[in-house]
């Protein structure tokens, strides 16, 4: 079982994006530790894919925010602190494949309680900043891969990863011609 949250102090730049905005998102980061095991068994068992995740990049989207500016940016850094949720655990167990999407993905059988409630406040709060959140239904997952045109067959080790949530970040992703390059620009710790 791996447990902890990033440790890194968080950074403050701008990401691409219309002058004057931030690409961004509200996401759940893994620690190190578990960001390595999840890379490393994605890598024995799927060796093949083609556009791996970067391991520094790998986390949890629970509300992508697109170009928001420095207003509202503001004003996300100061609902995230709602503080209405105890830390939690969720056990990445499943593998599933997106064809539309073409993403191979990792995600709990079960959603746990806080982290259906944690997604669903970050969606109120990209909305009370007057950013206009998607209607797609959030589904919770790590992308492990992208590109994926075929399914992956099963994995050869089932996965079964235990992550303790004890914060969540807004992080800025800039695009880069060799792939996304997210900084944390606030980190907020649950409630407990």
């Known amino acids: 079982m791996t447990k902890g949250r990033r440790t890194s102090?968080?950074?403050r730049s701008a990401a691409n994006g219309a002058?004057?905005?931030t690409?961004?998102?509200?996401?759940l980061l893994p620690d190190p530790g578990l960001a390595d095991a999840v890379a490393s068994w994605r890598d024995r068992n799927y060796a093949i894919l083609n556009k791996p995740v970067a391991i520094q990049n790998l986390h949890m989207t629970l509300a992508f925010l697109g170009n928001i500016d420095d207003q509202q940016r503001r004003q996300i850094?100061?609902?995230?602190?709602?503080g209405t949720i105890e830390p939690f655990e969720i056990v990445l167990d499943t593998v599933t494949w997106w064809p539309d999407r073409e993403i191979l993905w990792l995600g709990p059988s079960a959603v746990p309680e806080p982290l259906g409630v944690l997604a669903r406040e970050s969606?109120?709060?990209a909305r009370e900043a007057g950013i206009a959140v998607g209607k797609r239904r959030w589904q919770a997952h790590v992308s492990l891969a992208r590109r994926v045109s075929t399914p992956a067959p099963p994995p050869l080790v089932a996965p079964e990863f235990h992550w303790r949530v004890?914060?969540?970040?807004?992080?800025?992703?800039?695009?880069?011609?060799?792939?996304?390059?997210?900084?944390t620009l606030h980190w907020q710790p649950v409630a407990g």
């Open 23 to 27: 690409r961004a998102f509200l996401a």
């Open 77 to 82: 850094e100061a609902s995230m602190q709602f």
């Open 166 to 183: 004890d914060g969540f970040a807004l992080q800025a992703s800039r695009l880069n011609p060799d792939g996304p390059v997210y900084e």
């Open 19 to 21: 002058p004057g905005t």
């Open 9 to 11: 102090r968080p950074k």
């Open 123 to 125: 969606r109120r709060m």
